[in-house]
């Protein structure tokens, strides 16, 4: 149970601004329960278009009917928006649902916000470029030349390039990612100031998503502009475009709030929550209509007509950070989506409550963007939003299917991968470094050479199969995501990826200390030889009393045995409270906004707890050895300062053993 209440953790942090809730492919969003829900089938006929994407109006609007409203009451999501823009022009803009369950308000295409999350940092990315393209700002320079405070990483100075690619080599950040009290918001300057991640990985090297770089790129685009954040998107954003119903500002400005759509967990909750407080604005605070969103699609399908130069637009639309051959990779803040040979580029985004993408289509000049704004049941957002996405691609721009043959080093290089990884985008040194522990993505390989990656599984949860057809890229059966390898000079793998997560986020092989397979195991053995001494004292004290014989231990061993039960119990205690605490605070992530942090002070305290155990333990264990007791309680001395001993082992691995309030 809670493995599976850590697993909801890890889901809730990488859904934060648009990682695995925009994959279909990924489940347990919803860190509440992990049952999955059955779309409505797309129509699987071939589009009635003689020239791939011209897009009939009436034909998708037939389309989207049958498939939107069943989507949202499969998965209990209250309502949602779709915009498709072609030709320069808005080709059909729809709400489906609600805006407000509890008064039935519909979705105004045209006035209704929503919260499109991650999205909002390809205005803030737009705005760097516009800086760029003045001269005000050099992509290559050290970013600290914008910073009136400084900013590090491991061996070479981190660029404004590095983070319009997500690779400033920075380790996740999650306080105050999201709150509910506009009360506890820090402005921009501060926030960027007082929550420098820990450096990890060498700047330009690992990609590994960062809110936090996002929010640092807009405080140096009010540090350059001299305006603040919120006054230059207005002015140099939303204004030339025409963009009335769009805001950055958090709260809303008083004109927009009552345009707001209601967010929810569940269409079914009734009652919509607060309006959500993004603290790393930049990355994810914005508020837009529907054909808001498509306008600024068009301008940058119209190679940055309004906003940038064709030179710089194409700039951002082309350059590629390509980490791995094959797949996906990462321009300069838009990212690849490739499919059926397509040239795709775009962004997914996620709050709490509402669940976006965004799609451009480069050679056709078409873009579709969807926003819900609910959470829904069984990982629902994710899965409606990869199938609108598949099946507007292959009706639209169909391709014919390939069939490529298994390579003949598929045993051979499918060994290579098989084991456990951890992601690029984690927690590395404080107590969120347990979700990753007790999520660790898996590879395993079958008797017909085909891989898995455990976390990419069909709608019915079980994990896709992949088979190489490249060297160290691997496609998957009867489907269009692919898998990719980095492998070193001695046949060790540096990374890997899928196609969708490759722009922003690698796995990694696990160091062997933090490696689940080994260190799960040996921690449940280890809590239950803890747990059966706790629960045998009052056991065999029960025992005594009804046949009413005599404590045999006396003096320093009496107090040795005593000790050793009340030492078996402290680790069990001390992990407990902070597997409830992190279960808790990644449930809502608006819990991260401070308001725990005197909770784990104490529980950083109490880390004296585990070696009080171990001193115990061993005390303990030499009284039993040098006082002639019997082989068994020897024997079970040795086994509980083994037993302690893996649990501090365990404690370290999940970070609980490190201090601050940076986390």
């Known amino acids: 149970m809670i493995k599976n209440a850590m697993r909801g953790a890890l889901a809730a942090l990488l859904a934060s601004f648009g990682l695995a809730a925009a994959s279909a492919q990924v489940p347990d969003i919803d860190p509440r329960e992990e049952e999955q829900i059955e779309l409505p089938e797309l129509p699987e006929q071939e589009s009635p278009l003689a020239a791939p994407g011209v897009i009939d109006r009436a034909d998708l609007e037939a389309w989207l009917d049958g498939f939107m409203p069943y989507a949202l009451a499969q998965g209990d999501i209250a309502g949602a928006i779709v915009t498709v823009v072609a030709d320069g022009e808005i080709l059909l803009s729809r709400g489906f649902g609600y805006a407000d369950v509890e008064t039935r308000r519909a979705i105004d295409p045209e006035t209704t916000l929503f919260r499109p999350g991650s999205i909002s940092k390809l205005v803030t990315w737009t705005a760097v470029m516009q800086l760029v393209e003045q001269g005000l700002i050099d992509l290559d320079a050290d970013i600290n030349t914008y910073l009136d405070f400084e900013v590090t990483g491991v061996e070479r100075p981190i660029t404004m390039r590095h983070l319009l690619t997500h690779t400033p080599g920075w380790g996740e950040q999650v306080r105050a990612l999201i ?186 000049g078409v873009g579709l963007y969807i926003s819900m704004n609910s959470t829904g049941r069984g990982g629902a957002t994710g899965r409606v939003r990869q199938a609108l996405f598949e099946g507007f691609t292959d009706r639209y721009f169909p391709a014919d299917a390939q069939d490529l043959p298994t390579l003949g080093t598929a045993e051979e290089h499918g060994r290579m991968l098989v084991g456990n990884y951890v992601i690029s985008r984690r927690a590395h040194q404080n107590f969120v470094a347990a979700t990753a522990l007790l999520g660790q993505p898996s590879v395993s390989m079958n008797e017909d050479h ?34 990719s390898a980095r492998v070193n000079e001695n046949g060790e793998v540096e990374m890997f990826s899928a196609a969708f997560f490759a722009p922003f986020m690698m796995f990694t092989p696990v160091e ?48 040795a045995y005593r000790l050793s039960n009340i030492g078996a119990l402290l680790p069990l205690v001390y992990a407990a409270g902070w597997l409830f605490l992190i279960t808790h605070m990644m449930g809502e992530l608006h819990r991260l906004d401070g308001r725990l942090d005197g909770v784990i002070v104490f529980m950083q305290f109490m880390a004296v707890l585990p070696m009080l155990a171990l001193l115990i333990a061993l005390w303990n264990a030499f009284v039993v050895w040098t006082g002639g007791a019997s082989w068994f309680a020897r024997l079970w001395s040795l086994v509980l300062v083994a037993s302690t001993l893996v649990m501090i082992w365990f404690v370290i691995a999940a970070g609980f053993f490190n201090f601050g309030l940076t986390y």
């Open 179 to 364: 709150m509910d009290d506009p009360e506890r918001l820090q402005p921009l300057d501060e926030y960027v100031r007082n929550n420098i991640p820990a450096a990890v990985y060498p700047a330009g090297e690992v990609p590994a998503y960062s809110n936090y770089g996002t929010a640092l790129a807009g405080h140096v685009v009010a540090q350059v502009s001299g305006q603040s954040f919120d006054d230059y998107v207005d002015e140099h954003i939303f204004a030339p475009l025409g963009m009335q119903h769009s805001s950055m500002r958090q709260p809303l400005p008083e004109h927009l709030q009552g345009l707001m759509s209601s967010g929810y967990m569940r269409g079914s909750d009734g009652e919509g929550r607060a309006f959500e407080i993004v603290t790393a604005a930049p990355a994810g605070s914005m508020s837009a209509s529907g054909n808001d969103m498509a306008r600024f699609m068009i301008a940058h399908l119209n190679r940055g007509e309004g906003l940038l130069s064709p030179e710089t637009a194409e700039q951002m639309h082309t350059t590629a950070d390509r980490k791995l051959p094959g797949v996906n990779a990462m321009l300069l803040g838009f990212y690849e989506q490739n499919r059926n040979g397509q040239r795709i580029i775009g962004h997914g985004g996620d709050t709490t409550l509402f669940h976006s993408n965004l799609h451009l289509y480069l050679d056709h």
């Open 512 to 559: 062997w200390w933090r490696n689940g397979a080994l260190l799960m195991p040996l921690a449940g053995i280890a809590a239950a030889a803890l747990l059966l001494t706790v629960l045998f004292w009052p056991v065999r004290a029960i025992v005594r009393w009804r046949f009413k014989t005599r404590f045999a231990l006396t003096g320093r061993q009496a107090m």
């Open 450 to 483: 085909e891989i898995s990656l455990s976390i990419l599984t069909d709608a019915s949860g079980t994990p896709l199969r992949f088979r190489e057809v490249e060297p160290f890229v691997w496609q998957q059966v009867n489907g269009g995501e692919r898998l």
